[in-house]
Every structure is written in structure tokens, then in C-alpha cells.
């Protein structure tokens, strides 16, 4: 007997002994890898690293609500001093700043000082463009910083409706592969520069081709816009910044840096510059007489979502801001750790976020911020958050819960946020000062969606 239950013992503590070595293990490459992707110069050693995180954070990933951790969201309106936030003053000077702050210095990353010049070249006028429906004009925004020798363009497509006498409230965002995938209209001008490799939709070697002209037609819905009184605008997101780890002096971030200088921890991400960028983009409206720039509603799908949220945020000259299924980074609670992770996210696209936002790659729960804080930067303008029900990647409910929890901010302005507490039916639109649909189907812009958004724009510019 006795020599049994020593057996047993012996078993029992080789075998703990055993599998916490293998935690170990586990644990440390995490560590060590984690280490690497931020120390290394070595494309291939970076590249082994964030392969092998990649996996592992993967193979964490859950689809299903039963798996979602237990968790406790930072309060919107609580100052890290720990004083309630009951006025909206408070919410100004002194709340609002500290959330953004956080989310510069942990998530997204500041914009450091420089200095730049700008200037616009108008490339194309055309008065009868889509059948005499629009006016198209094409508008070079040239950016440069004389100090370091950087520069930058960001190529406009501006459709303005010709059926109402401006200025036009509007549309803005950033598209995924180019001006031209946006409509068939054979008059825009093909975008030259680097783009992801897309075979499907037909860009080769890096570039786009005819073949992509119009591919996105349905993501755009420019004629419903343009018939319901809008302008639309857009600029391919990689004249910003290309999509791609290691691109950045190809973009918006070489004004700051040059070719040598060197991003700090807390510094901006693409996302922030591409965010950076549709204020570039807002600068330009600006100076337009055909647009109404009290009335530009920026919006984005995907991870072109993540950072029209994050210019909302940051630039409140936008007056509404719309997320389409923006998921992990974007409109969802990051803590429910349900389909894409901040781990998962940082070690798929590596140049998204700032370097400090790997501190949090499993650790969700450690943020001091979570995506309703983002949306609560909003408040009190109006907010549309769109999710897709078959698109768990991003979390539909993860996005609603976060809208949901942003309302507090916005009662505090005596606005109703969302008007519902619990997540609606598929396909039954709410609309307070923040809207908020489940459409069915998955990851995508459709007509569907466009339909909510010119009807929540309708009743918030008051046409
Ligand atoms: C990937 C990524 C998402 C992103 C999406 C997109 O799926 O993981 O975070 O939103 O691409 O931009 O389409």
C-alpha cells in the first residue's frame, strides 16, 4: 500500500515538475520572441519571430461566446485620480484628453511634431461624369517637409452630385486597392503605386490593372449617394502608407522621419497614419466650395474602419464617423478576446499599432483602455457602428457591446447613445446618436449598409 502511494506521489511530482518545464518553455520563447520582433534589424530573424507568435496566438482564438473570459472594462467616466466625470466639462478638459492620451501611448501612437508644406494640383475637372449624375474632379494633395527632403501624395476622387447646388455634405474614406476599384467610370485616374499582392481581384507584381476597375463597385454605392444629395471622396489608403511591415518611409511617416530617422515606442502606427492622412484628405475639403465641411461623415471598413475610428477620434472636424465590421483595434472590446486578438492582430500586421501595443499581445485584460473608451472620443457627434452577423472575426457582439458602453459619455450631453441595451436582430437597424446594425451575411460593404448610413446621415444633417 504504502509502496503504492509512493509510486503515486513520485508520479504525481515528476509529472507537475515535467509540465511546468514545458510552460516554462512555452513562456520564455513567448518572451524571447516578443523580445526579438522588437529588438532585431534582421528581416529573417523578425520574420521567424513573428511566424512563430503568430501561431501561438492563433491557436488561442475562439469563436465562441462561452469562451469569453470573465472581464471588468475601465470606466469612461472615472479619471485615473479616481473622481467620478459628471459634466461635460470634466468630460472635456480633463477626461477626454487622459483616454486619448492612452490610446497614443498604448494602442495606436502619437503623432510626432514636424513640419510640411502642402499644396493641391487639381489633375481632372469633368462636369458630365456617370451620365451627367456628377461632377468628378481629381485633386493631387502634395505634402512635403523641406527639412528632411520627404515627400508624399495623396491622390483624391471627389464625385460631387450635380442635381443640388453646393456645398454638399459628404462622404469620406479610404479605399483598399486604388481610386478606380470604386466605380467602372472609366475617367479615374489608375492608381501607379505598390499595392498588396491580390491576385483574384487582378493586381500583379505589386500594381493594379485594369481588370480592378470598378472591382469594388459594391463597397461604394456611388450612385444611391450621389442621388440622395451627397459628394463622395476617397484616396487609395497605401498613397498614405502602403499595407505592408517595413513600408513606412513609402508614406506619410517619412515627412517625420526621413530615411533614417527612428520611430520611439509610443509613435504612430499605419493606422494612426492613415488615420493622419484623412485629415490631410479633411484639409483639402476644406478649401473646396463645392463641399460642405461642417458636414463630412468619415467612414471605413475593416481595418480602413480601425482608422476612420481613430480620426474621428482624433480630428473633430468630422461630424459623423462610421465603423463597418472595423472588429479587432476597431469598434470591438478587446477584453472578450473573441475572434481576432491584440495578440493575433500585432503579430498578423505588425506596422498597425505602435511598438508599445505589443505589451498587451495576450493580455488584454491589462489594457488601461478598451474600444468603448475609443468610440466615447466621439461623443457627442454622431457614431455608427455597422458588424456583419457571419463575421465573428471581428466580434459583431463585441462591436454593439462597445457602442453600447460609449453611451454613457454621450448621456452626459443629454443625447441618447444607442436606444437599445441589448444586442438588436439581425437586420433591425437602431438609430440614436449612435446607430448600430447586424446585418446579415458577412464581411463586407453593401447596399444594405449604405442605406443605414444615408438614412442615419439624413436625420443628423437634418436633410
Ligand atoms: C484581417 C484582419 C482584420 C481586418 C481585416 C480587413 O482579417 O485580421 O483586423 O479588419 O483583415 O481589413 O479586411
Redesign the pocket.
Given at each position: 500500500m504504502n509502496r503504492i502511494f509512493l509510486l503515486l506521489t513520485l508520479f504525481t511530482v515528476s509529472f507537475t515538475l515535467h509540465a511546468n518545464a514545458q510552460m516554462n518553455t512555452v513562456a520564455d520563447t513567448v518572451r524571447h520572441y516578443e523580445n526579438l520582433m522588437q529588438t532585431t534589424d534582421q528581416p529573417e530573424e523578425f520574420e521567424r519571430a513573428r511566424s512563430w507568435l503568430n501561431r501561438y496566438y492563433r491557436d488561442q482564438v475562439t469563436r465562441v461566446e462561452e469562451d469569453v473570459p470573465v472581464y471588468v472594462l475601465p470606466d469612461p467616466l472615472r479619471l485615473d485620480r479616481g473622481h467620478r466625470v459628471d459634466n461635460t466639462e470634466t468630460w472635456v478638459r480633463q477626461r477626454r484628453p487622459e483616454i486619448l492620451e492612452q490610446f497614443r501611448t498604448h494602442v495606436y501612437g502619437r503623432v510626432p511634431e514636424f513640419d510640411y508644406d502642402t499644396s493641391y494640383q487639381i489633375q481632372s475637372v469633368d462636369e458630365h461624369a456617370l451620365g451627367g449624375l456628377a461632377t468628378r474632379k481629381q485633386v493631387r494633395v502634395e505634402l512635403a517637409n523641406r527639412s528632411n527632403g520627404s515627400d508624399a501624395t495623396i491622390d483624391l476622387l471627389i464625385y460631387l452630385p450635380n442635381s443640388v447646388d453646393g456645398p454638399v455634405p459628404v462622404f469620406m474614406g479610404l479605399n483598399?486597392y486604388g481610386n478606380h476599384t470604386i466605380h467602372k467610370d472609366e475617367g479615374i485616374i489608375l492608381s501607379e503605386n505598390w499595392m498588396r499582392p491580390n491576385e483574384t481581384i487582378g493586381i500583379r507584381n505589386n500594381r493594379a490593372t485594369e481588370e480592378t476597375r470598378g472591382y469594388y463597385t459594391e463597397r461604394w454605392q456611388v450612385e444611391d449617394v450621389l442621388q440622395r444629395g451627397y459628394a463622395v471622396v476617397t484616396a487609395y489608403a497605401g498613397d498614405v502608407e502602403p499595407d505592408e511591415h517595413g513600408r513606412m518611409r513609402q508614406g506619410v511617416r517619412a515627412l517625420a522621419y526621413g530615411e533614417t530617422g527612428k520611430l520611439a515606442g509610443d509613435e504612430w502606427g499605419t493606422l494612426a497614419a492613415w488615420a493622419w492622412g484623412l485629415g490631410r484628405m479633411m484639409d483639402y475639403l476644406e478649401t473646396d466650395e463645392g463641399i460642405d465641411h461642417q458636414k463630412v461623415a468619415v467612414l471605413g471598413?475593416?481595418?480602413?474602419?480601425?482608422a476612420a475610428l481613430w480620426a474621428g477620434a482624433t480630428d473633430e472636424r468630422f461630424s459623423i464617423v462610421i465603423s463597418n465590421?472595423?472588429?479587432?483595434?476597431?469598434a470591438a472590446l478587446s477584453r472578450r478576446r473573441l475572434g481576432?486578438t491584440v495578440g493575433?492582430?500585432n503579430t498578423?500586421?505588425p506596422h498597425?499599432f505602435c511598438d508599445n501595443h505589443n505589451e498587451f499581445n495576450g493580455r488584454e485584460a491589462d489594457l488601461p483602455v478598451d474600444q468603448h473608451m475609443l468610440l466615447a472620443l466621439i461623443a457627442p457627434r454622431p457614431l455608427y457602428v455597422a458588424s456583419a452577423v457571419e463575421d465573428t472575426?471581428?466580434d459583431p457582439k463585441g462591436e454593439f457591446l462597445s457602442a453600447a458602453e460609449a453611451s454613457p459619455v454621450y448621456r452626459l450631453y443629454d443625447l441618447e447613445g444607442l436606444p437599445v441595451t441589448t444586442q438588436p436582430e439581425v437586420d433591425q437597424p437602431v438609430m440614436g446618436t449612435i446607430g448600430y446594425h447586424v446585418r446579415s451575411g458577412g464581411?463586407a460593404v453593401t447596399a444594405y449598409d449604405w442605406q443605414q448610413y444615408l438614412e442615419f446621415a439624413d436625420r443628423h444633417f437634418g436633410k
Open positions: 483598399f471598413h475593416s481595418r480602413l474602419g480601425k465590421n472595423s472588429g479587432c483595434g476597431g481576432e493575433v492582430i498578423s500586421f498597425w472575426w471581428a464581411h
